[in-house]
């Protein structure tokens, strides 16, 4: 028997949304939303009930991991000493599923001035492989000097006023 899932959002509640799903769905949607419940076993009997209901929560798991991947490169992004043991006890995961989840989005691993230098000079020679000196210093006033594997980039930081 199908369920109506209403959902209100926003301080007013003007917005809504409403879904129809399983009991079995809204069960368990519930028990998640209630964290002290423990998920309850499914009721429906038939097999292709069974496959529609565990469709729709691998959708629903799919798209909150997603979601939560978004808001941990968020969370490291609000600062840059941003505590990231935290934030994977926030996300139960452990510190390298972490680095890899930030990385894929990118952020950088190590946090030193020169690797976010890097990262950022890889940023700005990758589009398009040029680069502008202007953009460069800006760069490197923020995050410090670093090595650099343009040669013109490098001699542009030493001496800014020489035409190259």
Wanted: with cysteine.
């Amino acid at each position: 028997m199908p369920t109506r899932i209403k959902f209100n959002f926003g301080d007013d509640a003007t917005e809504f949304a409403t879904k129809h799903r399983s009991d079995d769905v809204a069960r368990a949607l519930y028990d998640a939303l209630c964290e002290d419940r423990a998920a309850s076993a499914p009721t429906a009997t038939e097999f292709m009930d069974l496959l529609r209901d565990i469709a729709h929560i691998s959708h629903l798991i799919q798209h909150l991991e997603g979601w939560r991947e978004l808001a941990m490169v968020k969370a490291d992004e609000t600062s840059e000493d941003a505590d990231r043991s935290a934030l994977g006890i926030a996300a139960s995961m452990p510190p390298s599923r972490v680095y890899r989840i930030l990385e894929r989005n990118g952020r950088p691993r190590q946090r030193q001035k020169g690797t976010q230098s890097g990262c950022l000079e890889n940023a700005v020679l990758d589009e398009g492989g040029t680069w502008t000196p202007r953009v460069l210093l800006r760069c490197w006033r923020h995050w410090g000097t670093a090595s650099t594997r343009s040669k013109r980039a490098s001699c542009f930081a030493t001496s800014p006023t020489r035409k190259y």
